[in-house]
T-cell receptor, first 112, second 111 residues
Framework: DGGITQSPKYLFRKEGQNVTLSCEQNLNHDAMYWYRQDPGQGLRLIYYSQIVNDFQKGDIAEGYSVSREKKESFPLTVTSAQKNPTAFYLC???????????FGSGTRLTVV | GENVEQHPSTLSVQEGDSAVIKCTYSDSASNYFPWYKQELGKRPQLIIDIRSNVGEKKDQRIAVTLNKTAKHFSLHITETQPEDSAVYFCAARYNTDKLIFGTGTRLQVFP
C-alpha cells in the first residue's frame, strides 16, 4: 500500500453500531485525510489533520469522528448518527513540504 | 468558495485516439494541480501534477496544461490504450493544505 495501510478492507455494520476504520502511515507525513466515495461519485472530504492532536472538519463531517494522537495514525469512527454510511472510505497522507497525496487501499463499509 | 468542476463525466474513445479532460477551479490562489487515476475498486494513484509556475508538463503519453488566467487545467492522453480505461480525477490544492477534487471522468478506451 505504498506506506499507508487501511484496515479492514471490508467492514459490515449493523444498525445503531459504531465502527472504527484504521489508517496507519510510515511515510513520516504530517497531514492525513479521510475521504468518502460513493458509487459513481467523486471524493468528499470528511476530516483532515495537519498536525498531531489537531484536526478539522471537512465537507461531510456529520456522523463521523476522528482522533490524531500519533503522527502515524488517524482512525475514523463512523457513529450511529451517520444514517447512510455505506460507501468506500479512503485515507490519504501528505508531507507539508510536498503537495501530493498518497492514498491507502480503502475500506468498503456496508450496513447490514 | 472552493470548487473544482470537471468535464466530461464520461468519455469514450477508440484505441489510439487522444482523450482530453478539462477542469476549472474557483480560487486564484490555488498553486498545485494533480491528476489521479482510479481503477475499479482500487485506490486513486497520482499520474501527473503541475504547479502554478509552469504552463505545461509531459510524461510519455500524458500531459497536463494550466491556464492560470482562465483558471482551468486539462489532462491530455495520447495514443490511448485499453489499460487507460479508468476514472480520472483532477484536484486543486488550496492554502489550507487540502485538495479539492473534481467529480471524476470515466474514460473507456475501446479496442
Amino acid at each position: 500500500d505504498g506506506g499507508i495501510t487501511q484496515s479492514p478492507k471490508y467492514l459490515f455494520r449493523k444498525e445503531g453500531q459504531n465502527v472504527t476504520l484504521s489508517c496507519e502511515q510510515n511515510l513520516n507525513h504530517d497531514a492525513m485525510y479521510w475521504y468518502r466515495q460513493d458509487p459513481g461519485q467523486g471524493l468528499r472530504l470528511i476530516y483532515y489533520s495537519q498536525i498531531v492532536n489537531d484536526f478539522q472538519k471537512g465537507d461531510i463531517a456529520e456522523g463521523y469522528s476522528v482522533s490524531r494522537e500519533k503522527k502515524e495514525s488517524f482512525p475514523l469512527t463512523v457513529t450511529s448518527a451517520q444514517k447512510n454510511p455505506t460507501a468506500f472510505y479512503l485515507c490519504a497522507s501528505s508531507a507539508t513540504s510536498e503537495y501530493g497525496y498518497t492514498f491507502g487501499s480503502g475500506t468498503r463499509l456496508t450496513v447490514v | 468558495g472552493e470548487n473544482v468542476e470537471q468535464h466530461p463525466s464520461t468519455l469514450s474513445v477508440q484505441e489510439g485516439d487522444s482523450a482530453v479532460i478539462k477542469c476549472t477551479y474557483s480560487d486564484s490562489a490555488s498553486n498545485y494541480f494533480p491528476w489521479y487515476k482510479q481503477e475499479l475498486g482500487k485506490r486513486p494513484q497520482l499520474i501527473i501534477d503541475i504547479r502554478s509556475n509552469v504552463g505545461e508538463k509531459k510524461d510519455q503519453r500524458i500531459a497536463v496544461t494550466l491556464n492560470k488566467t482562465a483558471k482551468h487545467f486539462s489532462l491530455h492522453i495520447t495514443e490511448t490504450q485499453p489499460e487507460d480505461s479508468a476514472v480520472y480525477f483532477c484536484a486543486a490544492r488550496y492554502n489550507t493544505d487540502k485538495l479539492i477534487f473534481g467529480t471524476g471522468t470515466r474514460l473507456q478506451v475501446f479496442p
